[in-house]
């Protein structure tokens, strides 16, 4: 073994045996692993994902020739976690190797192009801004239909191709709500929130963002968005950059002050569990620890307020059968699983019904269906079935990522079968009016 | 692994079911017990006629077969100990059917187990064997090493619904054992040898299962005492008033404590034990029963007894119980569980002798299990890279099978002999060993199937942790 191979090896050990080590190799993960389920295999298993880690952290596999393809295929869906019955810290673990795989890859261009959007592009809101901008003016100006028509943009990417198609319409700039702004509440003011606004949502979902301020408002909370609030990280973190994750868990921690207000909300289940585990994030660093430690507890999914707040006064009706996609990070990470129910189930005239196998990931995964489109798309066919057998008329979810998911779904699997998706905030909305 | 070999066996099966990298060959390389061993291929056949060739080819080329479900042995069951072949077979899925009429289930050996419990649950019939893993387990590795869980007592065992098998012989040929009847007396029992054979003597590819009646109601309470013989008494007394409880389970101080560290829930931290009963049949039946055995435990000196009024309350008491696992597994990394068992009336000789091998190695030992079948779980809670520790790990876990057997017990109740307890065969079975191993060497002459499981090596006296 080389020398830079021992030291990568060491390092890994030093980040993961300990926690790798803790499994105690029961299985009881596996039934819940959607990869598995699709792939078969013990190497697309949580429990086969801990022992590679643990393989190569003792130097007996290569971290990039064997480690890294199934620690890749991993969706860190995190639902592991959840059926584990001696508390696998696998979310940690997962990062770990991603990180010592990160450093090791060799630098190819295309990885050396999502780093630079990661690390210069999310981080920085004025980027984000200009590609909101961009593509409302790539819709707005036709261009867009004409992409489509020649599918044009499939021959470069079909994956994004599909993902192009199923974007929702980009609000125009002048209508995008103003950070370093409070909105107040109309009503007796029960409480001060900070709102964790996302870099993707932000940018391309901005209609979710106000209507989170609107819901908010309507309960009776002042919501106030931190001007120069940061990318919360966790696509850094999925993407095993570890250093610049934590900058900018710093950076947010400097720009919400916790002191005076009641809640940090997001409406991102991704986003919101990254900001629940920066306590975890850092904890190594004792200058740090207690403002993260108090900015995680604060940190909260909006629907958590709505049922605290609530309730909604809803105005209309919503006819038909509804169900529900957890975000993975809402249910696994967060643990918020019975609020975004409980308002659904408080919709007047709607018909909630659980779909089988709800809790499992719908393989959006960050930039997973991206990057193993494939993969992601056995995974998103299984789980269109399960909507498809509730004879839901609408499917919510709860973070951009699964809604785009679900959309591209419905385009791809439910053609035939009429199928609308909507954020549990945007469909809320819609009915207090 | 040689190309030709390769080449022959992508002749019966497509290469996506070839793993030969590296990393698919670690990721067969374990179980839930210890040890690690490569294979040099792992193969997912999806049909018994592709196992048979497969076996075939084995024959031909003297290169170890082992078969596996989904890992869960505590034993070593599946593990690859001369290299060769790992048959994945969990995949092996394609079929569940429930006959309702005929009460049995017909199921693919890749079936997990708690699918056939839902599916029969479904129709109002009822698979008692319950291991814990049932949820993750195949019926085809539950059956092959016989694994069985909390309903022994009043149910029976695994084999106990096993009554026809389809399997590939370690020759490659592909038989049928027993059949769809209840009774069946027609020639040796085939079916009953190779259940529990820990995949010595065939792999087993479908079952058919005999389902029963799905009990209508149950009732669950949950007893603690000061005294650890004072619970034994509850239990034998709650048999000899002629209650037969579903479950009666059973933990010791050390869990009671490891359990309400973990999570507090009010659990009695002094209480030398702790018992769950739960009693199952007809509504009335069982209101008088479960009274019954809070009167018995009361007059045996229990310091608590509670009845769970509903669901919720029952999860709680379960919960208990549910939670040993990962309560003991924060007192160190490594975790031995064995689960030697002896006859009823001994459990309390036998947890002296626990407690004294506790003592005399210094070790962090706790025992929760199957108070009513006599099926003891002793838990050594120690970390292997601890080399002094774990050969006194090593020496503690001989005497405790040695205690088992000298108290007219068991090597193993539910979790199969693999490769730990090999070197104790001979101690508890003396020369019927020998007729086991020419029963092994008469259908499986190449020594193909699973070797180095079951059997001690020449010489091989002691289990070797280290």
């Not at chain 2, 708690?114 to 291991?131: N, R, T, W």
């Not at chain 2, 619970?231 to 869990?255: K, Q, R, Y």
């Not at chain 2, 597994?329 to 506790?358: F, H, N, W």
Request: a neutral charge; aromatic letters at 6%.
């Amino acid at each position: 073994m080389s020398a830079p191979e021992i030291q990568r090896h060491n390092e890994l050990f030093e980040k993961a045996f300990s926690k790798t080590n803790l499994c105690i190799q029961c299985g009881y993960c596996l039934p819940a692993c959607p990869t598995y389920q699709s792939m078969g295999t013990e190497t697309a298993s949580p429990r086969g994902r801990i022992n590679l880690v643990k393989m190569a952290a003792e130097g007996k596999i290569d971290v990039t020739k064997d480690m890294a393809g199934p620690i890749d295929l991993c969706l860190g869906c995190r639902a592991c976690e959840i059926a584990c019955p001696v508390n696998v810290p696998y979310g940690q673990i997962l990062e770990a190797a991603k990180e010592i795989i990160q450093k090791e890859k060799p630098k190819k261009t295309k990885d050396h192009f999502v780093h630079l959007l990661l690390t210069k592009g999310f981080t920085n809101p004025k980027f984000l801004n200009l590609i909101g901008d961009a593509t409302w003016l790539y819709q707005k100006s036709g261009l867009n239909k004409l992409v489509q028509k020649t599918n044009a943009i499939n021959l470069v990417a079909k994956p994004l191709g599909f993902f192009e198609k199923i974007l929702p319409p980009v609000q125009k700039p002048s209508k995008r709500t103003k950070r370093g702004e409070w909105y107040k509440t109309e009503r007796e003011c029960k409480g001060k929130v900070a709102f964790f606004v996302g870099c993707v949502t932000d940018a391309m979902m901005h209609e979710t963002n106000n209507n989170t301020i609107k819901l908010l408002n309507t309960v009776g909370l002042d919501v106030f968005i931190p001007e120069k609030q940061k990318c919360c990280g966790a696509l850094h973190a999925h993407q095993g950059l570890l250093s610049e994750t934590k900058e900018l868990a710093k950076e947010n921690l400097d720009v919400f002050k916790t002191s005076g207000i009641d809640y940090i909300v997001n409406s991102a289940g991704g986003c919101g569990a990254m900001l629940h585990e920066y306590r975890e994030l850092l904890h190594d660093e004792p200058e740090w620890q207690q403002k993260a430690e108090a900015f995680s507890k604060k940190s909260v999914d909006v629907s958590v307020l709505l049922v605290k707040y609530g309730p909604l006064p809803f105005k209309r009706e919503w006819n038909g059968i509804i169900t529900y996609q957890p975000s993975c990070h809402l249910s696994n990470v967060q643990g918020v699983t019975e609020e975004p129910r409980q308002l659904l189930r408080s919709i007047p005239g709607a018909n909630f019904i659980e779909m089988k196998d709800s809790d499992s990931c719908c393989a959006s995964g960050g930039i997973y269906n991206l990057i193993h489109y494939e993969e992601s798309s056995k995974i998103l066919a299984s789980k269109m079935e399960n909507v498809k057998n509730t004879e839901a008329t609408t499917v919510v979810t709860s973070n951009p990522g699964c809604l785009l998911q679900m959309k591209h779904g419905a385009d791809k699997f439910a053609k035939d079968y009429k199928i609308e998706t909507s954020h549990l905030v945007d469909l809320l909305v819609k009915l207090i009016d | 692994m040689e190309k030709s070999i390769v080449k022959k066996i992508e002749e019966i099966i497509p290469k996506e079911r070839i793993l030969k990298e590296l990393s698919d060959r670690y990721s067969y390389s374990y179980d839930a017990s210890f040890g690690e061993y490569l294979p040099d291929i792992v193969l997912q056949p999806a049909s018994v006629e592709e196992i048979s060739l497969l076996v075939k080819l084995a024959n031909e080329y003297r290169i170890p077969v082992y078969p596996r479900g989904s890992g869960t042995s505590l034993s070593g069951g599946p593990l690859p100990v001369y290299g060769g072949m790992v048959f994945d077979l969990s995949q092996l899925k394609e079929k569940l059917v429930i006959d309702k009429e005929n009460m049995i289930a017909v199921a693919s050996a890749g079936i997990i187990t708690s699918e056939i419990h839902k599916k029969a649950e479904e129709v109002g019939l009822f698979y008692p064997p319950d291991p814990s893993s049932s949820n993750v387990s195949t019926i085809g590795g539950n059956l092959l090493e016989n694994s069985s869980g909390p309903k022994g007592l009043k149910y029976g065992t695994t084999k106990e619904y096993v009554i026809g098998l389809e399997v590939v012989t370690p020759l490659g040929e592909i038989i049928r054992t027993g059949g769809k009847t209840v009774k069946n007396v027609t020639g040796f029992d085939l079916t009953r040898l190779i259940v529990g054979s820990e995949g010595l003597l065939g792999i087993v590819t479908e079952v058919i299962l005999r389902l029963i009646p799905k009990p209508q109601a149950k009732k669950t309470m949950l007893a603690t005492f000061s005294k650890f013989i004072d619970s034994g008494n509850a239990v034998t007394n709650v048999l000899a008033a002629g209650i037969l409880p579903a479950a009666m389970e059973f933990m010791d101080n050390a869990c009671i404590r490891a359990v309400e560290h973990y999570k507090p829930s009010g659990l009695p931290v002094e209480a030398d034990a702790l018992v769950i009963f739960e009693i199952d049949g007809h509504p009335l039946a069982i209101e008088e029963e479960i009274e019954k055995c809070r009167v018995i435990c009361n007059k045996n000196g229990a310091t608590s007894v509670k009845i769970a009024a509903n669901d919720k309350e029952r999860d709680e008491i379960w919960a208990a119980r549910k939670m040993v696992s990962p309560a003991i597994t924060q007192l160190g990394p490594t975790k031995i569980s064995e689960d030697a068992t002896v006859p009823r009336s001994k459990i309390p000789e036998m947890m002296e002798c626990l407690y004294a091998i506790r003592d005399k190695y210094n070790l962090t030992l706790v025992v929760f299990g199957h108070a009513g079948d006599g099926n003891l779980h002793p838990n050594i809670i120690t970390d292997k890279r601890d080399i002094e520790e774990m050969k006194r790990v090593e020496l503690a876990v001989s005497e405790i099978f040695e205690s088992a057997i000298k108290l007219g017990g068991t090597l193993s109740g539910e979790h199969g002999i693999g490769i730990l307890k090999a070197p104790y065969m001979e101690l508890e079975l003396g020369h019927s060993l020998e007729l086991m191993k020419s029963i092994k060497q008469a259908w499986d002459p190449n020594n193909i199937l699973n070797p180095g499981k079951m059997f001690p090596q020449p010489g091989q006296t002691k289990v070797v942790l280290t």
